[in-house]
């Protein structure tokens, strides 16, 4: 079965960076990948989507790359903001079973002031 | 506003008695799916439906049960074989198609025994 991998730790930022994080996966090539964010106490709300067959996309502050030599995508947020602080969820179709998403456990940004 | 209702937010459950979580979305949607969600653990598929009168089973689908009698709603039963239910579950919606759109979720319901 697919396995996802994303940092466990926190990522802690200065207001105004770059957030960089990261999803590596093992197995099969999904023909897309997604990010969500999802605050506590709340449902994962959708972000964006990126196809196999598309290197980058960009949704005002945010990017995605998908890279599936590596078998992986990043996901930046730049100028961050204190407001971007959540967990962030990446997801991957699922083969064996259509338009179902596997999700990762999720990297926790902290964006400081 | 379209979107997905979940209720109630919170649910106490006691031993051995089964519990219902409600489901509904006013999106028009075709997929429904449920999550689990344990502290430091992904999202795990629970059931999905692609279509009403149909649904399949997820990773986790042992002591739960679902029904998709109408487009807009799938609920999701509790049952007290279940061992340990005490989590975040939510439900989401999608367009089989997956344009570029997502899951849309709802916003939990945290089942707690007691």
């Known amino acids: 079965s697919q396995k996802i991998e994303q940092n466990s730790e926190a990522l802690n930022i200065q207001e105004g960076k770059t957030a960089t994080l990261t999803c590596n996966y093992t197995?099969?090539?999904?023909?897309?990948l997604q990010w969500y964010r999802q605050d506590p106490g709340r449902g994962p709300v959708f972000l964006l989507l990126?196809?196999?067959?598309?290197k980058e996309k960009r949704k005002e502050r945010l990017k995605v790359t998908f890279d599936t030599t590596l078998k992986q995508s990043l996901f930046h947020i730049t100028a961050s903001q204190p407001a971007d602080s959540a967990t962030y969820l990446c997801a991957l179709e699922d083969v064996r079973r259509y338009s179902t998403l596997t999700f990762g456990k999720g990297t926790m940004l902290l964006v400081s002031p | 506003d379209g979107g997905i209702t979940q209720s109630p937010k919170y649910l106490f459950r006691k031993e051995g008695q089964n519990v219902t979580l409600s489901c509904e979305q006013n999106?028009?949607?075709?997929?429904m799916y449920w999550y689990r969600q344990d502290p430091g653990q992904g999202l795990r598929l629970i059931y999905y439906?692609?279509?009403?009168?149909?649904?399949q089973k997820g990773d986790i689908a042992e002591g739960y049960s679902v029904s998709r009698e109408k487009k807009e709603s799938f609920p999701l039963t509790v049952t007290s074989a279940q061992k340990n239910p005490t989590a975040f579950y939510l439900c989401a919606s999608s367009d089989l198609a997956l344009t570029n759109y997502g899951y849309t979720f709802g916003s939990g319901t945290r089942l707690t025994v007691v």
């Open positions: 990126i196809r196999e067959n598309e």
């Open positions: 439906s692609q279509i009403v009168n149909d649904f």
């Open positions: 999106l028009n949607h075709d997929a």
């Open positions: 197995n099969y090539s999904p023909a897309y």
